[in-house]
């Protein structure tokens, strides 16, 4: 809760929202604070926090007669993520095609959260107040959130950090899968990303996967835009950038976007030391945003460390041999 009381927001009008909002606490008086928390920090917004023990019959009447850009699901740990998740799926059930977001007030990561809370009961799933109004911009301005160094210092320097950590990321005494798995969550966490898939063949023709984020419900989604994404990245062996699914005639009745809410997807090529595509790196999101050449920056670098931790692999001695004299 300390990073949700602290937090300082502009009162520049570019940067008000004027969307109708329903806050809604998950289980208990701390859930309903950090409702009326994000709702001092959209001061332009119409936001509505219903009460503890709200009816059914009441939450329906108010979501009928608002009519809001989206509902908010708010939880604040411990076991808030089932808490949060359970009340999306009871809301879903009454509201179908109602945009759904789901706060779990935490240091976990985004993709962690998400993977446990399937997209078809929540459009959006944020984990700070930063991105609980980045999100809700985008709804109401979609590819509004500008990608601007200058505006985030502090990002970029965590990002910078991790960029390095990657670059420097010891492969050679760490299992393989263990390595992708690192390389992946770390950058759909710097990406603010929710999902982040990575695939890459051996020199021997095994596939290596890495999901971060993914929900059951995404899988076959996502592994359709991955072939289609692989394929272009295959062809031109530089990285691809969607910023609205929907702007894009590819994949403009793509179930990914009409069913899943996928908005954003972005993909970089792995390639071996002859210049041979064998993988990539695909993050992917809920809303529409633009990348930064940073961000652009740590998806290449995240590609090289995944291939160069398969390269170390190949030219390592197998164990037999190192203790032999």
Known sequence: MDEIGTRKVSDSGENRISAKIICL????????????????????????????????????????????????????????????????????????????????????????VRSRIPVSDANHVVCTLKQAIEYISNIENPISTPAD????????????????????????????????????????????APIAVLTVADEAGKIWKSLSGLPPDLVSGVETIEHFLESSIGKEKWRVVIEDIAGDQSFANSPLLSEK???????????????????????????????????????????KAAVEALEVRAIEPPAEAKIRV
């Open 25 to 112: 606490p998950a289980k208990d008086a701390a859930d309903e604070l950090a409702c009326q928390i994000l709702a001092q920090l959209l001061p332009g917004a119409a936001v509505q926090v219903m009460p503890l023990g709200i009816s059914t019959n009441d939450l329906i009447k108010a979501i009928s007669t608002a009519g809001p850009a989206v509902v908010c699901i708010s939880g604040v740990p411990p076991q808030t993520t089932r808490h949060v998740a359970l009340r999306c799926r009871h809301l879903r059930k009454l509201f179908p095609d109602l945009t759904i977001m789901a706060a779990v007030w935490s240091d976990a990561d985004l993709a962690s």
């Open 149 to 192: 160094s200058s505006v985030r210092p502090a990002d970029d320097q965590a990002a910078e950090e991790q960029i390095s950590a990657l670059d420097l990321l010891d492969t050679s005494n760490t299992p393989i899968q263990e390595v992708l798995d690192r390389i992946v969550q770390d950058v759909a966490k710097i990406l603010n």
């Open 261 to 303: 809410g996928i908005h954003f997807c972005a993909g970089q090529p792995l390639l071996n030391t002859n210049g041979k595509v064998i993988g990539s790196l695909l993050v992917f999101d809920t809303r529409t945003r633009n990348i930064s050449q940073q961000e652009e920056e740590l998806l290449h670098t995240g590609a």
